[in-house]
């Protein structure tokens, strides 16, 4: 027996050994925790006894407590405790977990988040956060990017991947899940990105906090100031300052522009709307829904509604110029009215680029030959930048305008038109109703804050189809037209001949252009060598009258020399010829009285009156210029000497050849 009993002692230490190890381990004495876990502990049973309220036993009672054990070895009372070891929370980077708490007291009735105004820095003190008064339920601050060690009995981490938190049952797991799915179909994992490229905002719904009051549709922007730490909310990202400047649920004035938020999507949801843009040539009229009351400013003679300063309720007086804004369209509307020049069409098959006139049809006219055609009218207008607020103030948006206002005018005016002319004169007048209507329906469009640039009238057209009256007169007067151009066609003809033959003409002088340009320039030339000749002529002559002159002037002086020498001769010859003269005549008087003729009587009168006829005259008997032959002798024969020769020769009948002296050398020269 000693011998059993001694070969049994060790395999009986060994199984006391395994034994107490396996009690130990059972009793949960000895724990090690791992560096990268966190154990909840589970108080099995307490000298307390268990909670009577909540999940966690903040006094020690049974139940889960509110401290986590982290890592390395912990030493507990055998069978007292249990530790549900769980791996820390971790957020990925750029994501968000949303945190659920299973005990705290109970929300308000108007609650739909807990609140977190105190020991909620990042919920990692659950006592801290039970004691301060935490609330049960989702929470409005969330978790960043990080790892956090929290007690997962308390409180539940819910992120895109996983769900961090102790199952309890099956209901615990199910609203969680129900949380999960919402938050995903908000996006709420995930900050909200508004990129540049969207021209995009993000227009907030707040769905915590107190209601709006009756009649707002839209809460006010408030926790604006940065400066101000206990209400920057810094865009809905913290809830609790929100609610602290006094922000309201419901839609908010205020939007997110680019940028990332981390906003809790079950305290506030995004819209993304496109940014307003007011292109350019358009301006924006603001039509608030939302803000004060203010003052009217259009004036006490105007009544069409409220125009007041911008960020009242009205319309705004100012104008949104050509930009991006991000303008929260729930909070108002923007109407876009064009500034520049743009075209109404009163025409069924077409539209302006606006689209204001696309319920616009031609002008049904009766003229006052009983036509009925139609017409199609165009009206170029034109909206000053700063009426264009009392436009809108006064017709809502300007395809009101137009189909409520300048639709029955325009059709009215023309209308009247038509009474006023026959169709053909409708039709050959279109220029002067043209001019006519623009000068008339300026005054009718400024009544409405419009400014009028042109009317313009096209072709009238006949009512229905198959109505040719107005093809047959357009027929007639083409006729018409066509015959008017005939003649016009024959004049030109005629003026077209005319050209031709003046052409003809011109071809003709230009083929003998050569040969008259040739005897042009020989004209040319011969005349320049005649007036050559002549000026040569001119000068010779002036040098032959120059001449001739000093040659007269020098004969001149010798003729009157010579003259004065004849002169002196002549007298002593006529002295002495008179003396001759005188005893001749004694002696024929003589002979003549000897023979008693009357034919020497006679001779004797003739010599006697010559004689006397040359003393009365006074002629010379000499001339003063003598050409003569006579010899140096100073014999010749004088006039007198002749005559008495003659006389003497016919006295004594003899004849005169014979009677007359021979004549010397120079005497039958002369």
Known sequence: MSSLWGAAQPWAALFLLVLIAVLVKASGMFRYIGNNRVAIVEKLWSARGSIRGGLIALKGEAGFQPDVLRGGMHVFFPFQYRLHVQ????????????????????????????????????????????????????????????????????????????????RLDKADAALLDEMAEVIEERGGFEPVVIKDSDDQIGVITVHDGPALPAGEIIAPTVGEDPHADGTFHNSFQDPEKFLAAGGRRGRQLQVLVEGTYYINRLFATIERVNKTVVEVGQVGVVVSYTGELGIDNSGEGYRHGELVDNGHRGVWCEPLLPGKYAFNTYAGRIAMVPTTNFILKWEAATAGSHRFDENLA?????????????????????????????????FGDIKKLVEQTLDPMVSAYFKNIGQTRTLIELLQDRSEI???????????????????????????????????????????????????????????????????????????????????TESELSIQVKANEGRAALARSQQDADQTRTLA?????????????????????????????????????E????????????????????????????????????????????????????????????????????????????????????
């Open 87 to 166: 791996s820390l929370v971790t957020i990925p980077q750029g994501r968000i977990g949303y945190v659920f708490a299973r005990d705290g007291r109970p929300l308000d009735a108007d609650q739909v988040l807990a609140s977190n105004l105190a020991g909620a820095d990042d919920y990692q003190d659950t006592r801290g956060f039970l004691e301060a008064g935490g609330q049960k339920g989702p929470q409005r601050k969330v978790l960043r990017e990080g790892s956090y060690a929290l007690n997962l009995a308390e409180f539940v981490v819910v992120t895109k991947d996983q769900t961090f938190g102790l």
């Open 549 to 585: 002159s000093a040659d007269a002037d020098r004969i001149r002086l010798l003729g009157e020399g010579e003259a004065k020498k004849v002169v002196a001769l002549a007298s002593a010859e006529a002295e002495r010829v008179s003396k001759v003269g005188l005893a001749q005549a």
């Open 434 to 516: 043209q001019s006519l209507s623009s000068q008339d329906m300026k005054q009718k469009f400024s009544a409405y804050n419009l400014e009028l640039q042109e009317v313009l009238i096209g072709t009238p057209r006949p009512a229905a189809s198959g109505d040719d009256q107005i093809e047959r007169i357009l027929t007639q007067l083409r006729q018409r037209q066509i015959a008017d151009e005939q003649v016009g066609t024959y004049e030109r003809q005629k003026l077209a001949a005319q050209k031709e033959r003046e052409l003809r003409e011109a071809e003709a002088c230009a083929k003998q252009q050569t040969a008259i």
């Open 587 to 670: 002696a024929i008087e003589k002979q003549v009285a000897a023979s008693g003729g009357a034919r020497y009587q006679l001779t004797r009168q003739v010599a006697e009156r010559f004689a006397e006829a040359l003393e009365t005259s006074g002629v010379d008997v000499v001339p003063k210029v003598q050409i003569s032959g006579s010899g140096a002798d100073g014999q010749g024969g004088g006039v007198m000497q002749a005559l008495l020769t003659l006389l003497m020769a016919e006295k004594l009948n003899v004849p005169v050849d014979d009677a007359t002296p021979p004549a010397g050398p120079e005497k039958k020269a002369a």
């Open 362 to 394: 031609e002008v049904s006219l009766i003229t006052r030959d009983a036509f009925e055609p139609t017409l199609p009218v165009s009206v170029v207008v034109h909206i000053d930048y700063r009426k264009a607020p009392l436009v809108i103030q006064r």
